[in-house]
Nanobody, 125 residues
Framework: QVHLVESGGGLVQAGGSLRLSCVASGRTLSNSFMGWFRQAPGKDREFVAAIIWSGSSTYYADSVKGRFTISRDNAKTTVYLQMNSLKPEDTAVYYC??????????????????WGQGTQVTVSS
């Protein structure tokens, strides 16, 4: 069983930065493919970024490419999401997830079996 806890969200002005953290307990993340997703009110959960177990490959949604950076520290069982140049449209609850299934695409939320409770990010204009 994996328990994930996100933190680092908050209220920030457009153009600002935040760093989200996702800490795992109950099981190591060192062999896990991890992803960040977000969900705005009334919208589906959407892919933001993902990282393979070694950290050597990362993937981003087009909407955040060049602004967000995903990284991981397996020793600390933590995955990070550095968010720069934030925009009001980045406002959402951000979730980290551990990919459990490999029947589809990494950017599909149904591929992930474990989720944290989420952390709210609000970007004011």
């Amino acid at each position: 069983q994996v328990h994930l806890v996100e933190s680092g969200g908050g209220l920030v002005q457009a153009g600002g930065s935040l760093r989200l953290s996702c800490v795992a307990s109950g099981r190591t993340l060192s062999n896990s493919f991890m992803g960040w997703f977000r969900q705005a009110p009334g919208k589906d959960r959407e892919f933001v970024a993902a990282i393979i177990w070694s950290g050597s490959s990362t993937y981003y949604a087009d909407s955040v490419k060049g602004r967000f950076t995903i990284s991981r520290d397996n020793a600390k069982t933590t995955v990070y999401l550095q968010m720069n140049s934030l925009k009001p449209e980045d406002t959402a609850v951000y979730y980290c997830g551990r990919r459990q299934y490999y029947s589809g695409h990494y950017y599909t939320s149904s591929e992930y079996a474990y989720w944290g409770q989420g952390t709210q990010v609000t970007v004011s204009s």
